[in-house]
Each structure stands twice: as structure tokens, then as C-alpha cells.
Antibody, heavy 122, light 110 residues
Framework: EVQLVESGGGLVQPGGSLRLSCAAS????????MHWVRQASGKGLEWVSA???????YYEGSVKGRFTISRENAKNSLYLQMNSLRVGDTAVYYC????????????????WGRGTLVTVSS | QSALTQPASVSGSPGQSITISCTGT?????????VCWYQQYPGKAPKLLIY???NRPSGVSNRFSGSKSGNTASLTISGLQAEDEADYYC??????????FGGGTKVTVL
């Protein structure tokens, strides 16, 4: 089955760290660019970060320098290392697969995971 | 990067057509034909409805259509059905090499 499954969420204090994982299955993970998108409770979607098949990385401004996206193709896994966490980082974090396109900056997502909840609170 | 502007809510009766707007700038919506639309039910992951302004993935109903004029993209739902009651989000690639979403629109079927 083609799917993405996130894990690693939980409760963490402000200033703390957390590492999210996303396990991919049913497709050739190494050939896809991958993204993290988050959604605070009752709020809209917010793009967080992306990683290309060549390990090029991109970040939303508020997480740049605090979050690190990475991938391990041998394990069909995507990661998000989150440091210096803030209350405002509280959200469900989704892993998303970027659809194959002839344009490298045509970023749309044809497969999403179910998300993992990150709560930053003292 | 500011979120794209969408109306908070749109409603319509079954069978009617509704349109959701998504307004950005020349650095995102107006600068690229990389606007897409997602549908999200409560507690569920988003689902891709439209990509590249007006293209539908296989399996998506042809009742959903997209367009763009200048810095504003639009999603039209024709023949509104009860199952269309959900949240809808637009997104666009930006000149900062990031992605920006709209604030979301709640569609209510009266």
C-alpha cells in the first residue's frame, strides 16, 4: 500500500527538541521530493520545509535555523529535527509527497500522512 | 511570507455553484502557474483537488475546476453536494523558494 506514516510527536517544554519521522512505503521513496506541513488546532495549513532528491533543503522563515529536514533513502524515511521549540510550533505535523512534475518548483502534494501531534507547553 | 487571502466561509444550496477566491501577490499566485487546491475534512489529511491552476488529478470529480486571473486564483464547485462540506485551501509556490497556503475556506452546504 502506498502510504506515509508519521511518528515522534509528543509533549515537549519550550526550548526543547523533538525529532519527527515519516516512514514511506509502496513507492520508490528516493525519487520523490518530500515536505513537512503543519496545522495548529483549528487553524490553516502552514508549509514548514522541503527536501529534494539531491538533499537540497528549504525552510519557512520562522523555523529556519531551528528545524532541520533530512532523509534516509535506504530506510525510506524522512525526518524533521526540531530544536528550540516554541509554543507557536504546537501543531499536527504532516509528511507530504511532492508529485512528479516537469517543473522543479511545481510543489503540489499527491500523498499525505495522517500527521503526528507536537505540543509545546510548560 | 504572508498567507494567501481566502474568504473564511462560503455557503450554497445543493445543486448550486460556488466560487472560492485565493488572492496573493506577483511573487506567488501572480508570478507562477503553480497554484493548487486541497480539500480537508475535520481530523483528516488534505486531499489534492487541483494542481497547476486548473488541472484535476485522476479520480477528482469534474465538478471541481480552477482558474486564475492576475494575482487571484479561484476554485469553483458546481452542482454542490452535501459531501462537499469541508475546508478548502489554496497554495502557491513563491519567489522565495517556499510554499504559501491560504488561510482556508469553510464550505457549508445549506
Amino acid at each position: 500500500e502506498v502510504q506515509l506514516v508519521e511518528s515522534g510527536g509528543g509533549l515537549v517544554q519550550p526550548g526543547g527538541s523533538l525529532r519527527l519521522s515519516c516512514a514511506a512505503s509502496g513507492f520508490t521513496f528516493s525519487t520523490y521530493d518530500m515536505h513537512w506541513v503543519r496545522q495548529a488546532s483549528g487553524k490553516g495549513l502552514e508549509w514548514v520545509s522541503a527536501i529534494g532528491t539531491g538533499d537540497d533543503t528549504y525552510y519557512e522563515g520562522s523555523v529556519k535555523g531551528r528545524f532541520t529536514i533530512s532523509r534516509e533513502n535506504a530506510k525510506n524515511s524522512l525526518y524533521l529535527q526540531m530544536n528550540s521549540l516554541r509554543v507557536g510550533d504546537t501543531a499536527v505535523y504532516y509528511c507530504a509527497r511532492e508529485a512528479h512534475s516537469s517543473d522543479w518548483n511545481d510543489w503540489y502534494f499527491d500523498l499525505w500522512g495522517r500527521g503526528t501531534l507536537v505540543t509545546v507547553s510548560s | 511570507q504572508s498567507a494567501l487571502t481566502q474568504p473564511a466561509s462560503v455557503s450554497g444550496s445543493p445543486g448550486q455553484s460556488i466560487t472560492i477566491s485565493c488572492t496573493g501577490t506577483s511573487s506567488d499566485v501572480g508570478g507562477y502557474n503553480f497554484v493548487c487546491w486541497y480539500q480537508q475534512y475535520p481530523g483528516k489529511a488534505p486531499k489534492l483537488l487541483i494542481y497547476d491552476v486548473s488541472n484535476r488529478p485522476s479520480g477528482v470529480s469534474n465538478r471541481f475546476s480552477g482558474s486564475k486571473s492576475g494575482n487571484t486564483a479561484s476554485l469553483t464547485i458546481s452542482g454542490l453536494q452535501a459531501e462537499d462540506e469541508a475546508d478548502y485551501y489554496c497554495s502557491s509556490y513563491t519567489s522565495s523558494i517556499t510554499l504559501v497556503f491560504g488561510g482556508g475556506t469553510k464550505v457549508t452546504v445549506l
